[in-house]
């Protein structure tokens, strides 16, 4: 029991510092490494990939949370102390890139002008292979997204 603890734990100390290193090396819009909470993995990660909260500013979270239950189309809606602790999680994680403050904030990563720069060299018949379906659908390109590493280095656009 101890030493699978202590396992868990030295594991969690190894990936935090990795987070660190890798946020060091990163480009803008990826500076927070990758922060975690198990409910946000758990509730934002059921319909798709959990979008880290680095990739959008507070106000851009705080505008979905308050909107779930009427999500893109979807009801993600979830109890008041679920997205209590999530919003809050997003929120201290958030971008915090200068940007342009808008009216209505961005509710789409894919819509902020750092991913169209970021993606403007990703050719349209890529963004329509079926295998890619939705430029929301980050791990279809992004090899590691699912520990939160967008690094160009590990950049594989399905053929
Ligand atoms: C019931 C399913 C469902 C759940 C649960 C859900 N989402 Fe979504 N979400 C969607 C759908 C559908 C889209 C649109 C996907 C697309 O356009 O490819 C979406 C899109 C998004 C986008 C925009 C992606 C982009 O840049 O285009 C964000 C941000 C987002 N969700 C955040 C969240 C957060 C935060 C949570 C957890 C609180 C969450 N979602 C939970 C269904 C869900
Ligand atoms: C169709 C494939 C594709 C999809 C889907 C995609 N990306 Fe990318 N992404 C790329 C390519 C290609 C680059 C540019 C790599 C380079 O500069 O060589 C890139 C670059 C990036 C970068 C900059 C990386 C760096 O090291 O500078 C980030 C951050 C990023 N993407 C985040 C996302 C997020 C978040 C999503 C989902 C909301 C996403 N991407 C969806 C292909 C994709």
Same mark, same amino acid.
């Not at 808008?102 to 990563?109: D, F, G, Q, T, V």
């Given at each position: 029991?101890?030493?699978?603890?202590?396992?868990?734990?030295?594991?969690?100390?190894?990936?935090?510092?990795?987070?660190?290193?890798?946020?060091?090396?990163?480009?803008? $819009?990826?500076? +927070?490494?990758?922060? /975690? #909470? &198990?409910?946000?993995?758990?509730?934002?990660?059921?319909?798709?990939? @959990? %979008?880290?909260?680095?990739?959008?500013?507070?106000?851009?979270?705080?505008?979905?949370?308050? $909107?779930?239950? +009427?999500?893109?189309? /979807? #009801? &993600?809606?979830?109890?008041?102390?679920?997205?209590?602790?999530?919003? @809050? %999680?997003?929120?201290?994680?958030?971008?915090?890139?200068?940007?342009?403050?808008?009216?209505?904030?961005?509710?789409?990563?894919?819509?902020?002008?750092?991913?169209?720069?970021?993606?403007?060299?990703?050719?349209?018949?890529?963004?329509?292979?079926?295998?890619?379906?939705?430029?929301?659908?980050?791990?279809?390109?992004?090899?590691?997204?699912?520990?939160?590493?967008?690094?160009?280095?590990?950049?594989?656009?399905?053929?």
């Amino acid at each position: 029991m101890f030493k699978a603890k202590y396992i868990t734990l030295m594991f969690a100390v190894v990936v935090l510092a990795m987070g660190a290193m890798m946020s060091a090396a990163q480009a803008e $819009g990826t500076q +927070k490494g990758s922060a /975690s #909470n &198990a409910k946000w993995k758990d509730e934002c990660g059921a319909c798709h990939f @959990a %979008f880290p909260p680095r990739f959008l500013p507070a106000e851009s979270w705080r505008t979905i949370m308050a $909107g779930l239950n +009427k999500h893109f189309g /979807s #009801n &993600a809606g979830l109890d008041a102390a679920t997205a209590s602790e999530i919003t @809050a %999680f997003l929120e201290k994680n958030a971008s915090t890139k200068k940007h342009e403050v808008l009216a209505k904030p961005l509710l789409r990563i894919t819509e902020t002008p750092w991913f169209k720069s970021e993606h403007r060299e990703v050719a349209a018949r890529d963004w329509k292979n079926p295998k890619v379906k939705s430029p929301a659908n980050c791990g279809a390109c992004h090899t590691k997204a699912d520990s939160g590493d967008f690094n160009e280095d590990n950049v594989k656009i399905p053929r």
